[in-house]
């Protein structure tokens, strides 16, 4: 069964700085990683989506890397801004994006 | 196209009764996925429609929960004899699927179920 898992739970930074949200997951036969962005009380945001045979993808300061041999990502987010707090979730699909598994999230805080 | 929309936004019921959400997804996505969010935990793939048929449903939808598209657009997800368990925030996704590829997941912004 996989398993997605992010770490940290929490992270709180100042304006401005450079930040990197981590998501691992158990097994490595999956067809893509997305990344979405979570208001409080609101619906999911799509962020970056990855294909298993792409290594990163790139959305203005937004940038997430998949290694899928060590079952890895990584969301960076460059010049961070207050406006970006939120909580950050990962998914995993095994097969064509249905049966997305979702990590429980990062929640980010930005403090201007 | 204004996204996917969902109805009620919040519903609040007593154990035991039944209730229906509705979602719209965009208007020429294929694809159309339930999924539950508990708080502080991601979402939970519940089950997902390719136009009308219903081609997957998660363990988690037990015989209580049904979900229909019957004419391939929108969707309704009734739970009936609701219990405290069901409370959560009920995630509406729909997707263009062309075979080869798929596109993003876009989702709505929830219906959130108390269960007193």
């Known amino acids: 069964k996989q398993e997605v898992t992010q770490i940290p739970a929490a992270l709180s930074v100042p304006e401005g700085e450079n930040l990197v949200l981590n998501c691992s997951f158990t097994?490595?036969?999956?067809?893509?990683l997305q990344w979405f962005r979570q208001d409080p009380g609101k619906g999911l945001t799509s962020l970056l989506l990855?294909?298993?045979?792409?290594r990163e993808q790139t959305s203005g300061r937004l940038n997430a890397s998949l290694d899928k041999s060590s079952g890895r990502s990584t969301l960076y987010i460059a010049a961070s801004q207050p406006g970006d707090s939120a909580t950050y979730l990962c998914?995993?699909?095994?097969?064509?994006?249905?049966?997305?598994?979702f990590g429980a999230g990062t929640r980010l805080t930005v403090k201007p | 196209d204004t996204g996917v929309s969902q109805d009620p936004r919040h519903k609040i019921t007593k154990r035991g009764q039944n209730v229906t959400f509705r979602c719209d997804p965009i208007?020429?996505?294929?694809?159309l996925y339930w999924y539950r969010q508990t708080l502080g935990q991601g979402p939970e793939f519940l089950t997902y429609?390719?136009?009308?048929?219903?081609?997957?449903k998660s363990r988690l939808l037990s015989d209580r929960f049904s979900a229909e598209r019957p004419k391939g657009s929108f969707s309704t997800l009734e739970i009936q004899r609701t219990e405290q368990g069901d409370s959560a925030m009920y995630l509406c996704?729909?997707?263009?699927?062309?075979?080869?590829?798929?596109?993003?997941?876009?989702f709505g912004p929830g219906t959130r179920l108390t269960v007193l």
């Open positions: 996704a729909s997707s263009l699927s062309s075979g080869a590829s798929t596109d993003t997941q876009y």
């Open positions: 097994d490595s036969a999956i067809y893509n």
């Open positions: 990855i294909q298993s045979s792409q």
């Open positions: 998914a995993v699909s095994p097969g064509n994006n249905n049966d997305m598994r």
């Open positions: 208007s020429e996505h294929n694809r």
């Open positions: 429609f390719q136009n009308e048929a219903q081609l997957e």
